[in-house]
């Protein structure tokens, strides 16, 4: 099952569920404050935190990632927390973490994979540079931002979860039919 990568409470992946926490609590206090482009800085680290987990509870998959595959990394362990929330989207893509269904959002079609990408472009902002080479009053931080990706996030964490459960409902099933094979053996 994949929950075996759990070493301890202090885990990598135990850090990056609280990161993902603290993330998504930082978000709503700036949202408050309204500092929206903060709130959707944050808003997204919190679904980068989540998919860098998702990497390391199904790592043996994500190894057979194309995106990973290509990837030079410079660590030997926990080479997921390289990739960037690009990788890390294109990875979810891949492995069918996010349904494949093309949507029409706010005048936009795309999968949730793309919706995730234009959150992605938003949190990017957080750079000088690509503050920079946004022409003047092209893109507004607003509550209506800030929503449109704190949707995104919602969905994409729900999927997520999805995924989590389907799997450990699967281990069990597999569980069960074992105990059953071996129960009728004796």
């Known amino acids: 099952m994949a929950l075996k990568n759990r ?38 680290a919190a679904l980068e935190a989540g998919l860098q987990a998702m990497c390391l509870m ?24 390289e990739l960037t929330l690009d990788q890390l989207i294109r990875i979810a893509r891949e492995l069918q973490w996010f349904p494949a269904k093309r949507i029409t959002w706010a005048g936009k079609r795309a999968d949730l994979a793309g919706f ?13 540079s690509r503050m920079a080479m946004e022409r003047e009053n092209t893109t507004k931080f607003s509550k209506g931002t800030y929503d449109a990706v704190f949707e995104i996030f919602d969905v ?8 989590v459960e389907r799997s450990i409902s699967r281990s069990m099933e597999r569980e069960e039919k074992r105990k059953q094979r071996l129960s009728r053996a004796r």
């Open 156 to 163: 994409a964490s729900s999927w997520l979860l999805h995924r």
């Open 58 to 81: 199904y790592g043996k998959d994500v190894k057979k990632t194309s995106v990973y595959q290509k990837k030079k990394f410079h660590r030997q362990r926990d080479r997921w927390l």
């Open 7 to 44: 070493q301890h409470p202090n885990s990598t992946f135990d850090r990056l569920v609280r990161a993902a926490t603290l993330y998504h609590r930082e978000a709503k206090k700036c949202l408050r404050g309204k500092a929206y482009l903060a709130a959707v800085v944050v808003q997204v």
């Open 116 to 128: 995730a990408h234009e959150a992605r472009k938003l949190r990017n902002f957080v750079h000088p």
